[in-house]
């Protein structure tokens, strides 16, 4: 029998390059997301892309792809950096590493060009994607926007409002590099920590009853939006809550 983890060391992860990779990558996305090809960019975007130094990638277990991820430079508080637009594994892979490998393909492509960071965004309601953006990678929500790429109506999203937390992840910091080892453990809140509850399953929630999960979307904003400012978000209790602690060193 083959692990999990054998299995997705097999996937050969590599940058994209063709026409044809291009569109294979957006079949994915349609898989992940349910955003047909064409809807989320065009395939002579993802080319052009590539060509011009951004990140394409795709992992393969034999001739079928399994993830994709793109992204382009960027800069964030001065800083030069990755940011990454989408990062998906399909469905009957996830779960399995392969993820956590594609996002370590980033790292060490950003690494490679002397970059200060990798960013993204992420929905802060689902807290299975702050464990592994905080925890299992080891980045640190920096900013909070509303509303941030309006209406995006996949099949994830609906209907409701994108608000996005921007998670940093730097090159060579060593919280990264602990991340690398092992996954960072919940967070013990400290003295001036501010502390903001939230779902335990926001899917679940909307699915049962959409106005809660409305309600969860403002209550989240108005709390992270308060301290956000000073404060990174830097991962969560043993509870599922997000902790805010007042930010060091960084402008």
Known sequence: MTSDTDRTASDDIRLLHSLDEMEGLLRVAD??????????????????LAHGG??????????????????FLARHRADSCLHSHITGVVPD????????????????????????????????LVRRNGWFNL??????????????YGPLRDEINGDDDSDRLLARWDTDSERTRSAERATLP???????????EGPADIVEVRRR???????????????LLSVMD???????????SYVARRREGRP
């Open 31 to 48: 898989e992940v997301w349910g955003i047909a090809p064409g809807g989320l960019v065009g395939p002579d975007f993802l080319v052009a």
């Open 186 to 196: 919940a967070v013990e809140p400290a003295v001036g920590d501010c502390i903001v």
């Open 135 to 148: 925890h299992v990678l080891g980045a640190v929500a920096t900013e909070y926007h509303v509303n941030f």
């Open 54 to 71: 951004g990140y394409v990638a795709g992992a393969f277990d034999g001739d079928r792809m399994t993830g994709a991820s793109f992204g």
């Open 230 to 240: 000073e404060r990174d978000v830097i991962g969560l209790t043993t509870t599922g």
């Open 209 to 223: 009853d959409p106005e809660a999960a409305r309600r969860w979307r403002r209550t989240l904003r108005d709390e």
């Open 93 to 124: 892979r996830q779960n399995d590493g392969l993820g956590r490998r594609l996002k370590r393909h980033q790292l060490a492509w950003a690494r490679e060009r002397g970059l200060a960071a990798v960013t993204w965004t992420f929905d802060p």
